[in-house]
C-alpha cells in the first residue's frame, strides 16, 4: 500500500512530512539507504522490546503504523495538522486506530500524556529551532529508552548534490535548519541522556540512550 507524503508542503512556514516517499521509492540506491535505516531502527526497537511507544515528531504515520501491526501499543504526535490528518486516512485504509495520531508539537508535550517506554525521534531535531529546548521537553517525558536519528552532516549534503539535488543551497534538504556531525550529535544527546549505542546506517546517526541517571 502506497503511503501519502506531504512532499514538500509547508505548514506555517515550516516544511513537514516527507519530501518524497522514500519508503517505497524504486529507486535502487534510495531503497538500500532505507533499508539500512530500516535495519538500524528495527534492530534497535527489538532490543529493547518496548510494551509501548510514543513517536514524537511521527509525520505521516509510518512507523507508528508499522508497530501497531506488529501487535505493540504505539502511537504518534506531530506538530503539522495536515500530516497528521494523512497518518489518520493511512491508518484508516490499514484498518489501524486512527486515534492513535495526535496534534501536538515537541515543545508541548508532557509527562501526564506522552510517556511511554520507548520515545522514538527521528528525522526531526535538524528541523528544529530550538534543539536543546526540544530535548528538554524529551527528557520530562522519557520514562526508559529514547532513540533519535538524523541526517549525518556533512555527508548528507554531499550525498544530495551528487544526485543534483538542491545544488542551489548546497545539497541542503528543504527545512534542514541543523547540521550535525556524528560527533556533534552524540555530544549534544550526551547533555541529557545516558548514551547506550550509537549507530550509522548511511547517511544518518542514530543514537539510543536511557533516561539520566541520577548522582
Given at each position: 500500500m502506497?503511503?501519502?507524503?506531504?512532499?514538500?508542503?509547508a505548514e506555517d512556514g515550516i516544511v513537514i512530512g516527507n519530501t518524497?516517499?522514500?519508503?517505497?521509492?524504486?529507486?535502487p540506491i534510495a531503497r538500500w539507504l532505507m533499508n539500512g535505516f530500516d535495519g538500524a531502527l528495527s534492530a534497535l526497537v527489538a532490543k529493547v522490546a518496548?510494551?509501548?511507544?510514543?513517536?514524537?515528531?511521527?509525520?505521516?504515520?509510518?512507523?507508528?503504523?508499522r508497530w501497531l501491526e506488529q501487535g505493540i501499543d504505539a502511537r504518534g504526535t506531530d506538530f503539522s495538522t495536515q500530516?497528521?490528518?494523512?497518518?489518520?486516512?493511512?491508518?484508516?485504509?490499514?484498518?489501524?486506530?486512527e486515534t492513535r495520531y495526535e496534534v501536538r508539537s515537541i515543545y508541548d508535550v508532557t509527562p501526564e500524556r506522552d510517556s511511554a517506554n520507548l520515545i522514538v525521534c527521528c528525522e526531526v531535531m535538524e528541523?528544529?529551532?530550538?534543539p536543546e529546548r526540544a530535548l528538554r521537553a524529551l527528557a520530562g517525558i522519557v520514562t526508559d529508552d529514547l532513540i533519535v536519528s538524523v541526517p549525518r552532516e556533512p555527508l548528507w549534503r554531499a550525498l544530495n548534490m551528487a544526485r543534483g539535488k538542491y545544488l542551489t543551497d548546497l545539497g541542503?534538504?528543504?527545512?534542514?535548519?541543523?547540521?550535525?556531525?556524528r560527533r556533534g550529535i552524540v555530544s549534544l544527546i550526551g547533555c541529557y541522556f545516558d548514551i547506550i549505542e550509537v549507530?550509522?546506517?548511511?547517511?544518518?546517526?542514530m543514537i539510543h540512550c536511557r533516561r539520566?541517571?541520577?548522582?
Open positions: 502506497t503511503m501519502k507524503v506531504a512532499g514538500g508542503q518524497y516517499d522514500k519508503y517505497g521509492t524504486k529507486n518496548p510494551e509501548s511507544i510514543h513517536e514524537v515528531g511521527c509525520g505521516e504515520g509510518y512507523w507508528v503504523s500530516v497528521i490528518g494523512m497518518a489518520c486516512a493511512d491508518a484508516r485504509a490499514r484498518g489501524l486506530d528541523h528544529l529551532e530550538e541542503n534538504t528543504p527545512g534542514h535548519l541543523n547540521h550535525w556531525s549507530r550509522s546506517p548511511l547517511p544518518w546517526t539520566r541517571r541520577q548522582t
